[in-house]
Structures are given as structure tokens and as C-alpha cells.
């Protein structure tokens, strides 16, 4: 059983910052990658890194703001969240894709931690 376990969420004014954290397992061909789902949206890619080579992709409202991260030897990776935004708001997951980043379905899923951002 692979556990993916998030942190990091929390309130957070307009303009302010947070980091997640997503804790699990890494393997040499694995993707790890951020979601999030804000209230009757659906869910969307924030930003995914390949666990080996750490090659990212950014969703279009993650690019020039968000940074994703690997610490392999920690086993943890990081998404640095800049200039939040109201519509940032939403709960934030973090999978694990044995495929490399075609299968997010099929994968290991947290439980989602809330980013909550006032105005």
C-alpha cells in the first residue's frame, strides 16, 4: 500500500504565500504531481516533476507563481505557492503516477489538504 500524505495548507491572505508538502514513496520512473479542486469545479493539474530527473510541468495557473520541488532523500516534494490569489482557493492533492505522468487516474492519491485565500 503506497501511502501520499499532504501538509502545508492553511488561510492565507491575497498576495501571501504557502508551501504543501506531499510525503511519499519515490521510484525512478514514478511522477509526482499537484492537483487541486476548488467548490463545483472540476479537478485541475497544478503542477507535476518526474521523481529521476525532475522535469516539470506547470497547469497555466501555476506558471511564474508556483514552484514544484523534489528532496529525494527526504522522500517529500514541495510546492512553493507565490502571490496567492482568491481563486487559488481550493482543496490541493498530490498523486503519485507509476507511469511517469500518463496514468494520474490510476495512481496514488492523498487525502488533500484546503488552501484557503481572502481578499
Known amino acids: 500500500q503506497v501511502q501520499v500524505v499532504e501538509s502545508g495548507g492553511g488561510l492565507v491572505q491575497a498576495g501571501g504565500s504557502l508551501r504543501l508538502t506531499c510525503a511519499a514513496p519515490?521510484?525512478?520512473?514514478?511522477?509526482v504531481g499537484w492537483f487541486r479542486q476548488a467548490p463545483g469545479k472540476e479537478r485541475e493539474v497544478v503542477a507535476t516533476?518526474?521523481?529521476?530527473?525532475?522535469?516539470?510541468v506547470y497547469g497555466d495557473p501555476a506558471k511564474g507563481r508556483f514552484t514544484i520541488s523534489v528532496d529525494r532523500a527526504k522522500k517529500k516534494v514541495y510546492l512553493q505557492m507565490n502571490n496567492l490569489k482568491p481563486e487559488d482557493t481550493g482543496v490541493y492533492y498530490c498523486?503519485?503516477?507509476?507511469?511517469?505522468?500518463?496514468?494520474?487516474?490510476?495512481?496514488?492519491w492523498g487525502q488533500g489538504t484546503q488552501v484557503t485565500v481572502s481578499s
Open positions: 519515490g521510484r525512478t520512473n514514478w511522477a
Open positions: 516533476i518526474t521523481w529521476n530527473r525532475g522535469t516539470t
Open positions: 498523486a503519485l503516477d507509476g507511469s511517469g505522468g500518463s496514468n494520474w487516474s490510476g495512481g496514488y
